[in-house]
């Protein structure tokens, strides 16, 4: 939590402070947005040091183009703006799995999400796989989905 507050915050401070800012400069530029997505794909992902060698040049290009061809930019960081507000913890009552996968933006001890969740049902710590796991490793990521779904059976 200590290395993403000293070295990956901005941009979420940028979004929750500025969302609209933010938004219509990804949306008024294609070069932008694409470098902004594609900063991320390369900053989350588990690919051991080319994005290109996990997710092909045309996979990351046509999510990128989905955000371009609905300009969804803007809302896409307006949900910080309007989550982070207004976050409070809530407790769950419905069965949780949760999956930690090794790149994704924070790790969570088992520890601290059973505090969190006292409905854990399924935890798991993958070897592979980072903050994009569904796109990263979607055999995987869906067989974490069917683990925590059998045990609430």
């Not at 990804?26 to 900063?39: H, I, K, M, N, R």
Request: hydrophobic fraction near 35%; charge should be negative; charged fraction near 25%.
């Amino acid at each position: 939590m200590q290395d993403f507050k000293d070295n990956e915050i901005g941009y979420q401070i940028e979004q929750v402070q500025s969302p609209q800012t933010i938004g219509y400069a990804l949306t008024d530029s294609p070069v932008g947005q694409a470098a902004w997505f594609y900063e991320k794909y390369e900053q989350w992902t588990d690919h051991g040091g080319d994005p290109e060698q996990l997710l092909s040049r045309d996979e990351i290009l046509d999510n990128i183009t989905l955000y371009w061809l609905t300009a969804t930019a803007a809302s896409s960081a307006r949900i910080y703006w309007q989550s982070m507000r207004t976050f409070k913890e809530h407790e769950i009552a419905v069965p949780v799995g949760y999956s930690q996968f090794p790149r994704d933006i924070h790790e969570i001890s088992r520890r601290w999400v059973r505090e969190r969740y006292p409905t854990l049902v399924h935890y798991n710590e993958l070897p592979k796989g980072g903050h994009f796991a569904a796109w990263e490793q979607p055999e995987v990521f869906a067989e974490e989905v069917r683990a925590s779904f059998r045990q609430s059976r």
